[in-house]
């Protein structure tokens, strides 16, 4: 088995391997190392085994390399984000000092960066994907056909998730996701004829 599994130990060789397959995952050097980072934390390797990814769980009581996607990678990540930043949270609701409360703030910070650069790589991800025609469907069960009109702005909402911006200003949060301004004007302009046709 050693010949055909080869580990990925930095950010650029899962940066290379990903460009080498042409995944529909990209990402940047500072992005495959926070992804590494939060691997090589919970005791988990990547590898490449027969061309494809593969995960090695050295928490498991026999570890060896199974198949894994980066998209199950960068979910596997976002949660480990998420549970760091609620203790983080939580940390500094009952803090037992000033100098801890500190150590919780700072850390809180670190990972509210990760945090955006992590919904940037997930919205490259088939759960982002997943999501996104769930939405579709429960919009069609609830209202029945999608006009051409509502389609506009499902479409104009995708784009504005899906699209990878310098700034990475994307959002993976359900609830909190930001609109672009177009989208908003888009909404305003829609409930004013809705206030015109009643």
């Known amino acids: 088995m050693g010949m055909d599994v080869l580990e990925v130990n930095t950010p650029g060789e899962l940066v290379l391997w990903l460009h080498l397959v042409q995944s529909k995952v990209s990402m940047e050097q500072d992005e495959a190392e926070i992804i590494l980072d939060y691997m090589a934390e919970h005791g988990m390797t990547l590898a490449v085994r027969n061309q494809e990814l593969a995960v090695l769980d050295a928490g498991e009581e026999s570890p060896e390399y199974k198949s894994y996607s980066i998209d199950d990678a960068?979910?596997?990540?976002c949660e480990w984000n998420l549970e760091l930043i609620q203790d983080m949270e939580d940390g500094m609701k009952n803090p037992a000092d000033q100098k801890e409360y500190n150590q919780f703030s700072d850390a809180l910070d670190i990972l509210k960066k990760q945090e955006t650069v992590l919904d940037g790589l997930y919205q490259q991800t088939k759960y982002e994907q997943m999501a996104q025609e769930c939405a579709v469907e429960v919009i069609t069960l609830a209202f029945g056909d999608i006009s051409e009109e509502m389609w506009k702005k499902i479409e104009a909402c995708r784009q504005g998730r899906t699209e990878r911006t310098e700034g990475k200003k994307v959002s993976r949060q359900l609830g909190g996701q930001q609109e672009s301004p177009?989208?908003?004007?888009?909404?305003?302009?829609?409930?004013?004829r809705q206030e015109?046709?009643?």
């Open 74 to 77: 960068i979910h596997d990540v």
């Open 196 to 198: 015109r046709g009643r």
């Open 182 to 192: 177009e989208v908003q004007a888009e909404k305003q302009q829609e409930e004013s």
